[in-house]
C-alpha cells in the first residue's frame, strides 16, 4: 500500500514542492520549493504538510503512518546535502524550525533557530567556527528560543508555563551583565555567554522539572509538535473565528539547514525589496548589516546600511542579489520583499513574499503600471487586468486623503471614531464664528465643539477638520464632515471640553484655544502640536489605472453631492453622475435657516407658504450651479428628508435657558419678560415636535405627505432650474428622488404632486425637460413589495445606511459606541454592518427589491446611495446583484472605480 | 338574437330573481324576489339588474339595448298586477325608487316614494282615498323627497343645485305653519299643505330653471337615473375605495308599487325582529305605529307602540306577522330585521334583512347557540359550525368590557387614544398616590396623568382606569393599562392638567380633583359625571359556542400575561398556555424599583450583582406565582427588554430640577449642596444612557450580551422557580426567550449562558426539568436570516408590533397621531398596521421566517405575541401561514378563540 506523501524536500537545485502547493506546504514552504526550483541560493530542508497536522489533530496528537519514516528520510537527504548530520559531535547539523500556513496567521508559532546544539555538538561549532563567542551565543539564544516557543505554551493552556518565557531568559543573562558591570549584550566575553548558557539550563530544569533536552532528535520532534499545537493556541483559534478561516486547514513545518549571518565580517544578512516599496521607483531597495543574524537587524542595536551602498562595498555580491531579485519579480509577477543572508561571502536566499502588504499605496500603484507597461504582467489587455487586479482599494483611499506620515513615531493624547477620513491640523477655536474669524486672519483651525448643530455648519467651511465629544460615525459633525471631505473625529469621550473657559483637556493635558492639535481622521487619533503629514494626490498612474479599471467594469460610479464644488470634485475623479444630491444642507445655510424655522413655525398655510415663497429663488440657484457642473450627467435630487425639528434649536438646551429665565425673571420682577416669552414660545414649538425615535418619525416623503407646501417648493425650483440651464444649452437630467417610502401609495401620491407642479412650471418656462422621478429604498417594506412600489417609480436608490438601521432594529447613532463594536470583537457580528453591507439580511432586501422592482418595471434604474456604495465588499454585492450604479462620495469615487472593475474580474 | 335580461319581476307570488342574486339584483332586489317566491305579501314591482348600470357607466349614460323595452314590459306587468295605470288620471299607480348594491354602501340614493302624483293624479288620489290632506301630504313630500334625492345633487359634482335640497322645501312648509301659528306638521290641513305643494312647484321652477316634471314616466325614468348616478357620487366612490369594493359592479334600482300605511286608523307601519336584538330572547321584538308612513316613525314625532301590544289590538295582524317573521327566520337561519306596513287592514312586508348588525353582541351570541341547539342552523355539528361562523369577534368583544349603556345619549366633553378598552368611572386623581389612598378609603378612582411612567405604576392596580394629555396607543399609560385590563384613554391632548392647582380643563369646563369622570376606552371618549355602564360578563351562551369554536380550530390560543392573576383570567377565559411573561414589570413594581435603580447605576460588576442578587428572589416568586397558575401549560419567558433608562428618572425633569437647585444653592451660599451633588450625579447617568432612538438602541439581548449578569440573574430566577415548583408537583413547562434577535449570534450567544446557569441550578436543586430557549422574531433581519436563527431556537414568537414599527421605519408613538392616521384618512394605508397586520411587507416576512426556520429545524414551535395575536384578521393569516399558536391579552383570548376557529372554517 502506497503511503500518503507528508513530507517534501527542497534542496540542491530541486524541490518536490512548488509556488502552486500552497495549500499543502504553506506559504513559506511553498516558496521556499519555489525558490529552490528557479535556482536560487536556498538553504536546504524539508517541509512537514498541512494535511499532517490536520491528521495531528484529529487523532489527539497521533501521527498518521508513515509521517515518523518520512521525517527521517528527508533528514538524512538534508544531512547529506549538508554533509553534515543532526546531533553528530564532529560535524553536526543546525536547522531552523519554523510554522507556515496556507494563510498568514498571527498567533502561531514562529521560529526556532540553531536547533541541534546541546553540550556535545557546541564543542564542534567551536572547533569548526574558531569563534567560541559566536557558538556559546547560539547557544544561548536557542536555549531561550526553544523554552519560550517550544514549551511555555500561552496563559490559559494547561501546558503554561510562565517560568519559561524569554524574559525570564534574558533576566538571567542580565544578571550576568551586571556581575560584569556591561550594558551591552556584546560587552560579554564567551566565558560569560558559557556561564549564562549554563544559568539558563539550571533554570530550564526547576522550572520544567526536567534537563533540558539534549538530544537534537528529540529537540526536532518537540519543535514539530509544538508548530501542530500551535495551530490550535487561543490567540491563532480566535483570529481564524474572526477571519472566518476554516479550523481544519492546519498549519506546514519548515525545517531547514542554518546558515549564519555573524560569522564575520564576510558574514551579514539583510532583507531587500525589488522596487523601492516608499515611492514605487524600480531600484532594488533595502539594508544590509554585517555580521549579523536577522534578530539584531530586528532589535536596531546596530544601524544597518542602505542596500545601494552594498554595491560599492560587494559589488559582486549585491549583483548576485540583484540578478536573484529580478529573477523572482519576474517569476511572481508581484514586488518581492526578500530576507537573505550571507554566510562567508556566500549568499543564501531565505525568503520571498510579496512587498505590497508593506508598501504605500501610491508605491503600488507605480510599481503595477509600469509592470504592466513593462510587460511583466501579461501582454497588452491582459497586463493591464492583473495591474488593476493587484491594486487594492486601500491603496487608492491612501492617496486620496493627507495622511499623517507614517514614518513619523508619536503617540496621540486620545481616540475617538474615525468619523471622516484624512488628517488635518490647526489651532483650536471652539465656536464656528471663531473658526470664520480665525480663517479669514488667515489661519488654519480645528474646530472643537461638544457636538454640532446646523447652527455651527458654517464654521465647518474654513475649518481644516472637526473635532467633537459626542456622537458617532453618523452623527451630525461626522456626516456634514464627509459631505464636505473635511477630516472629523467625533464622540472623542476622553476629552472634556470647557467652552465658556475655552479650553478642553484630556487627563492632565490642558488644550486652549489656539493650541495647534493634529486629527487624524482615518484613524481617529488626535495629537498633540503639529504632526507631518502627505498631502492627497491623483497621480499620473493612478489616472492611468482607473482609466484601465473603467475598460473593465460595468457598475456605473456616481457620487453624493450637494454642492457645486463637491460635484466638481467628483466629475473629476470620473463621476458619472450624482446619485444623491441632500436638499436639506442647503435649507442649513446660515442666511437661509431663519427662513426656514420661520416656515417650520408658521401657524398657518399661507405663512408657510410666505417663507417658502423665500426659499425657492436659494434653492432653484443651488440646482442652477450643480446642473452646469454635471452637464450631460444625471443628478439625482432627493426630496427634504430629515425630522423638521432639526431646523430648530436643541430641546435640552432651550429647556435650560427657559428655566433659569423664568427664576431670574420672577426675582427681577419681569425685566426679562419679553426674552422669557419669546423663548417660551420656541421651547413650546419644540417640545410639540420632538419625537421619541425622531429616525422613525415625521421625516422624508411623510413630510411632504403631511405639509405638500415643502415638495411643491422643492419640485418648484428644481424643474424651474432644470428649464433654465437647459435655455442656457446645458444638457440636464434631473432626476427627482423621494425619500422613506415605505408603502407605494406614499410614492403615488407624491408622484402626483410633484409632475402637477413640474407641468405647471414647463408651461410658464416655455420649454420641456426630461425628467424621472423615483425612490430611496430604505425601509424594510418598500424592499418587501418593490413590485408595487416599481410600478411607480423610474429608478429605485438603496439608502442601505437607513436600511440597515431599520433591518437590524438598531439606531446607528446609539449603537455604534454602545454595543456594534463590542459585538464585532466578540463576534458576534464579523463586520460593522454600517460600513460593509451585511449581504445575508439588508443584501437579502437588496435582492428581492432588485428582483421584484424589475418584474414590474424592466426599465428600472437600480442604484445605491448610501455609505456602502463606497466600500469595495458592497460594491462587489452591488455589482452581483445587477445594479445599474453606485453613488459614494467624491473622494471615494477612483475608489469605486476600482472596486467595481475588481467585481467584474473576479465574476 | 336574443336580448340580455336586465328587468326582473317580483309580485303575484312569484318572482324572476331570488337570494342568491344578489350580485344582480343588489341586497334589496334580492330579497324582495325571495319574499315574494315564499309567498309574503310584498307589493309587486321589479328590479333593474346591477348589469345595467355599469353599461350605463361604461357608456357614458346610455342604457343597453332592449332595457327600455324591458322596463317598458315589466312596467305593463305591474300595472296590471296592481290594476292601476302610472299617470293614469282615474285609477294611477304610485311607486317607490330605491337603489339596491350588491354590498350595503352609504351615500348611494336611498328611496324616492309616492313617485306618480301629479296635479291630475292627485285628485284620482283624493277621489280613491277620500282624504284629501293624505294625498296633499304624500303629494308635498314627493316634490322634496324628488328634488333633493334625483336633482339636487352632491356638493363638487357639476350638477349640483344646493338649491334643491331637502331644507330649501322644508322651509317653505315652515313659513306656511308660521302664517297658520302652528307648530306641529299634523296641525297643518289639506288646504295649507296644498299651499305647500304650490310653494313648492314654484320654488322649484325657480331653482331649476324648469317646470317640476309632471309626466310620472319621466319621474321615472329621471328617478331610475339617478340610482344609476348615485353608484358613482364622490362618497359612494371614496367609501368604494377604502373597503376595496370594486367599481364595476354597480347597483340595481327596485321599483315597487307603493302601499300606505297613513290611509286611516286600519293602516300603520313597522319594524319587527324575529327575536330580541338586545336580549337575545325569543320573542318577536319591535314597534307599530298607527296611521303613520315609515317616515313618521323615524322621526319619532308620535310614540310607536311595543309589537307585543300589537298583539292585543289586532290579534290577527299580529299572528299572521309572527308567521312571516319565523317563516323568514327559517328561511334565511339568521335573525331577521323586517319592516312591514298595515294598508287598510292589509300586511305587506316591505323589507327583511339581517338583524344581526344591529344587535347587541350578548342578543348575537344567545339567538345563534339557540338556533343551532333547535336545529335551526343544520343538523349536529352543521348547526354548531353555523353559529360560530356567524358570531363575529365584534359580539364577543362587546362582552368583556364594561361598555357604556348603548341605551344612553350623551355627549363626551374630549375624545383621545382608544388605548385599552372598557368604560371607567371614577373620581379625578392626579397622583398615584392619591389612587392609592383614595382607593382604600372606598373610592372609585380615575388617575389622570399628563403621561405616565414607571413611578406612576402603583396608581394603576387601584384606579378603575386612566386617562393621560400625551402619548399615543403604545405609550407607558397604554401597555401597562392593556396588561392590566384597565380603561385607558391616551393621549387626550384636548385636555390640560394643573397638576399643581389639582385640576384640568377642556376649553370653559374645569374638572376639580374628587369630580367624577366615566372615562371609555373602547372609544377614546371622556365624559362628565357618571354615565352607566354594562359589566362584562362571560355568559353560559358565549361559553357554549366557544367550546364549539374549540372543536373547530386548528390554532392554539395563549396569552400574554406578567402576573398570576392575568394568568387565571387567561386561563379561565380558555387560554393554553402564557405566550408571553414581559420580566420588566416586574422590575417596576415599587418596592424593587429602587434596586433595580441601584443595578443600574452600579459602577462595579460587583455592586451591579449585589443588587442583582436581591432582586432574584422577588423575580423567582414571580414566576413561582405563574407557574402554579399555568399547571401543565407552557409558559414563554421574555427576558428584559426596554432600555435601562426607562427605569430612571426623566431626564427633562431631573434637568429642570439640577437648574433650579443649581441656581437657589449659588444663591443661599451651598445649602442645597448635598442635595444638587446627589442630583447631579443622577443626571450624568441619565445623559450617559440617554439615546437618540431609544426603540433602536441598547435594550433587547443586547443587554444581556453587554450586561451578562442580568440575563444570568433572570435564568436563574425562572430555573429555580421551575425546580421548587416541580418539587411541589405542579407540571411546569418553561420556555426562554430572548428578545431583540437580529443575527443568529446574538441568540447562540445568549443561549449559551442560560444553558450555563440551568445546568447550575438544576444540580443544586437536584432535580431536573425541561425547559425550551427560543426568541421573539421582530426584527427584520431575524426574519431574513431565520433559517440560521431556527439553529439555535426550540421556538420563535413574532413581536409584530416591533416588527411592524421597524419594517415600516415607523415609531407607532411618534407617528400615531402625527401622520399614521391622516394617511388611513388619505386612503394612503387601508388599516392602522399596528392594529391590523399588515399582508403585504409584514406578513411577507413572517412567512418567510415560518418557512425558512422550519427548514432548518422542523420541530419550531411558531406563534405570535405582539398585540395582532388578538386581532381577527392577524388570526386569519396567522392560521393561513401555519403559526401554532397566537397570544393575545386575557381579555381578547375569547376573541381569539373565535377567530381562530372562523379561519379554519373559512379555508
Not at 499543502?24 to 536560487?40: H, I, R, V
Not at 531600484?283 to 544590509?288: A, E, T
Not at 453622475?577 to 424655522?597: A, D, S, Y
Not at 454602545?818 to 449581504?839: A, C, H, S, W
Amino acid at each position: 500500500m502506497s503511503q500518503q506523501k507528508y513530507v517534501y524536500f527542497f534542496g540542491e537545485g530541486k524541490a518536490e514542492g512548488s509556488a502552486e502547493m500552497r495549500a499543502e506546504l504553506g506559504g513559506k514552504g511553498a516558496n521556499l520549493a519555489e525558490m529552490t526550483n528557479l535556482g536560487l541560493p536556498v538553504p536546504p530542508g524539508y517541509t512537514i504538510s498541512t494535511q499532517a497536522c490536520a491528521y495531528y489533530y484529529q487523532h489527539n496528537g497521533i501521527y498518521p503512518d508513515g509521517l515518523d519514516e518520512q521525517i527521517e528520510a528527508n533528514l538524512a537527504k538534508l544531512e547529506k546535502a549538508m554533509g553534515k548530520k543532526l546531533g553528530d559531535p564532529e560535524n553536526p547539523l543546525l536547522v531552523s524550525v519554523r510554522s507556515g500556513a496556507p494563510v498568514s496567521m498571527p498567533g502561531m508559532m514562529d521560529t526556532v533557530l540553531n536547533l541541534g546544539l546541546n553540550d556535545e555538538t557546541i564543542k564542534a561549532l567551536i572547533k569548526q567556527t574558531k569563534d567560541e563567542r559566536f557558538a556559546y551565543d547560539a547557544y544561548r539564544r536557542f536555549i531561550m528560543m526553544f523554552s519560550d516557543v517550544v514549551l511555555s505554551g500561552e496563559e490559559g493552556e494547561p501546558n503554561y508555563r510562565p517560568g519559561l518565557k524569554r524574559h525570564k531568559f534574558e533576566e538571567l543573562f542580565d544578571e550576568v551583565k551586571e556581575e560584569r558591570g556591561v550594558r551591552q549584550d556584546t560587552e560579554v566575553d564567551a566565558k560569560g555567554l558559557k556561564e549564562v548558557v549554563e544559568k539558563s539550563k539550571e533554570h530550564f530544569k526547576e522550572a520544567y522539572g526536567k534537563e533540558f533536552p539534549a538530544d537534537p532528535k528529540e529537540q526536532l520532534r518537540l519543535a514539530t509538535n509544538a508548530v501542530f499545537e500551535s495551530w490550535n493556541n487561543p490567540r491563532a483559534n480566535a483570529f481564524r473565528k474572526i477571519k472566518g478561516i476554516r479550523d481544519d486547514l492546519g498549519t506546514a513545518v519548515n525545517v531547514q539547514a542554518m546558515v549564519f549571518g555573524n560569522m564575520g565580517e564576510d558574514s551579514g544578512t539583510g532583507v531587500a525589496f525589488t522596487r523601492d516599496p516608499m515611492t514605487g521607483e524600480n531600484v532594488l531597495y533595502g539594508n544590509y548589516l554585517g555580521n549579523a543574524q536577522g534578530e539584531d537587524v530586528v532589535s536596531g542595536a546596530r544601524q544597518a546600511m542602505p542596500i545601494s551602498e552594498m554595491r560599492e562595498i560587494m559589488p559582486t555580491l549585491y549583483e548576485e542579489l540583484k540578478g536573484h531579485a529580478e529573477r523572482l519579480e519576474t517569476h511572481y509577477k508581484d514586488l518581492q520583499d526578500i530576507e537573505f543572508t550571507v554566510e562567508k561571502g556566500k549568499l543564501f536566499i531565505l525568503q520571498t513574499r510579496s512587498g505590497v502588504p508593506t508598501a504605500t499605496g501610491r508605491a503600488v500603484i507605480k510599481i503595477l503600471v509600469d509592470m504592466a507597461e513593462e510587460g511583466l504582467l501579461g501582454e497588452g489587455e491582459e497586463g493591464r487586468k492583473q495591474a488593476v487586479l493587484k491594486v487594492q482599494p486601500d491603496h487608492v483611499d491612501q492617496l486620496l486623503h493627507p495622511q499623517i506620515d507614517p514614518t513619523v513615531e508619536v503617540e496621540p493624547i486620545a481616540k475617538g471614531v474615525n468619523a471622516a477620513p484624512g488628517a488635518a491640523v490647526g489651532a483650536v477655536v471652539f465656536t464656528p464664528d471663531d473658526a470664520v474669524s480665525e480663517a479669514q486672519a488667515g489661519k488654519d483651525v480645528i474646530l472643537v465643539r461638544p457636538e454640532t448643530t446646523p447652527d455651527d455648519v458654517h464654521g465647518f467651511a474654513p475649518a481644516q477638520g472637526v473635532l467633537t465629544q459626542i456622537g458617532g460615525a453618523t452623527s451630525h459633525a461626522a456626516l456634514v464632515a464627509r459631505g464636505m471631505g473635511k477630516p472629523c473625529v467625533a464622540g472623542c469621550d476622553q476629552i472634556s471640553i470647557d467652552l465658556d473657559g475655552k479650553r478642553f483637556t484630556v487627563g492632565d493635558i490642558v488644550v486652549n484655544e489656539g493650541d495647534t492639535i493634529t486629527i487624524d481622521g482615518t484613524t481617529g487619533d488626535v495629537y498633540l502640536g503639529e504632526i507631518p503629514t502627505i498631502p492627497p494626490e491623483m497621480t499620473d498612474e493612478l489616472r492611468k489605472l482607473l482609466s484601465w479599471a473603467d475598460d473593465f467594469r460595468w457598475l456605473g460610479v456616481w457620487t453624493n453631492a450637494d454642492y457645486p464644488r463637491d460635484a466638481k470634485v467628483a466629475r473629476d475623479f470620473g463621476a458619472e453622475g450624482i446619485g444623491l444630491c441632500r436638499t436639506e444642507h442647503m435649507f442649513m445655510e446660515r442666511e437661509r435657516l431663519p427662513i426656514v424655522q420661520e416656515m417650520i413655525l408658521a401657524s398657518t398655510v399661507e405663512e408657510r407658504q410666505a417663507a417658502l415663497d423665500r426659499l425657492l429663488p436659494f434653492q432653484r440657484d443651488d440646482f442652477i450651479g450643480i446642473f452646469r457642473v454635471m452637464d450631460g450627467l444625471p443628478v439625482i435630487i432627493r426630496l427634504i428628508d430629515p425630522p423638521l425639528h432639526e431646523f430648530l434649536p436643541v430641546h435640552e438646551e432651550l429647556l435650560e435657558d427657559v428655566t433659569k429665565l423664568r427664576i431670574a425673571n420672577h426675582q427681577l420682577g419681569g425685566v426679562f419678560a419679553d426674552e422669557l416669552e419669546q423663548k417660551e414660545e420656541m421651547l413650546e414649538a419644540v417640545e410639540g415636535m420632538r419625537e421619541m425615535n425622531p429616525m422613525l418619525g415625521l421625516r422624508g416623503c411623510r413630510l411632504g405627505l403631511i405639509m405638500p407646501e415643502i415638495i411643491e417648493m422643492q419640485a418648484r425650483a428644481i424643474i424651474t432650474a432644470a428649464c433654465m440651464v437647459k435655455k442656457e444649452g446645458v444638457d440636464v437630467h434631473p432626476e427627482i428622488m423621494v425619500p422613506l417610502v415605505g408603502h407605494a401609495n406614499e410614492l403615488k401620491t407624491t408622484k402626483d404632486k410633484i409632475e402637477a407642479v413640474a407641468k405647471q412650471v414647463m408651461e410658464e418656462q416655455k420649454i420641456t425637460v426630461d425628467y424621472k422621478i423615483g425612490t430611496m429604498i430604505e425601509i424594510p417594506r418598500a424592499a418587501l413589495t418593490a413590485d408595487e412600489v416599481a410600478e411607480a417609480a423610474d429608478f429605485f436608490s438603496f439608502g442601505t445606511n437607513d436600511l440597515t438601521q431599520t433591518t437590524f432594529g438598531i439606531s446607528r447613532d446609539d449603537a455604534e459606541a454602545k454595543f456594534l463594536m463590542r459585538y464585532v470583537e466578540q463576534g458576534i457580528l464579523t463586520e460593522n454592518p454600517f460600513q460593509t453591507l451585511d449581504r445575508d439580511g439588508v443584501g437579502k432586501l437588496v435582492e428581492m427589491a432588485v428582483e421584484n422592482g424589475r418584474k414590474t418595471n424592466s426599465q428600472l434604474e437600480v442604484g445605491i446611495c448610501g455609505e456602502h456604495g463606497g466600500d469595495p465588499s458592497s460594491i462587489e454585492f452591488c455589482h452581483q446583484v445587477g445594479l445599474n450604479y453606485v453613488s459614494c462620495s467624491p473622494f471615494r469615487v477612483p475608489i469605486a472605480r476600482l472596486a467595481a472593475a475588481h467585481a467584474k474580474l473576479k465574476e
